[in-house]
């Protein structure tokens, strides 16, 4: 099975910095575009950032500039360095991939849309 796992979220007074991570778990060949999502109380899920397999990036508006997102295709790992937080950075954040080529029962398999199960980033002092 192939899971992805996030952490890094927490407590963070305005201005502060955070880094989260999400490691892919699982008999893994290849893992294409991974992405974090957000979402607020009350919002829909947005798109924070992506990165392609060649780490080819993309930046939501009100995150450039302050918001970095990495990955170590070696480690099946993708990271987000948020600096300059702000109290409306303030929501759950999903780490996505979307798509997704592992090995079970001695085939390689493709398998779309991975979620990880979310952590939270609190802004406020």
């Known amino acids: 099975q192939v899971q992805l796992v996030e952490s890094g979220g927490g407590l963070v007074q305005p201005g502060g910095s955070l880094r989260l991570s999400c490691a892919a778990s699982?008999?893994?060949?290849?893992?294409?575009?991974m992405g974090w999502y957000r979402q607020a109380p009350g919002k829909q899920r947005e798109l924070v950032a992506s990165?392609?397999?060649?780490?080819?990036?993309n930046y939501a508006d009100s995150v450039k500039g302050r918001f970095t997102i990495s990955r170590n295709n070696a480690k099946n790992t993708v990271y987000l360095q948020m600096n300059s937080l702000k109290p409306e950075d303030t929501a759950v954040y999903y780490c996505?991939?979307?798509?997704?080529?592992?090995?079970?029962?001695?085939?390689?398999?493709?398998?779309?849309?991975?979620w990880g199960q979310g952590t939270q980033v609190t802004v406020s002092s």
């Open positions: 996505n991939a979307d798509s997704i080529e592992y090995y079970s029962g001695g085939y390689l398999n493709t398998g779309y849309d991975y």
């Open positions: 699982g008999s893994i060949f290849i893992i294409n575009a």
């Open positions: 990165i392609t397999r060649a780490s080819t990036t």
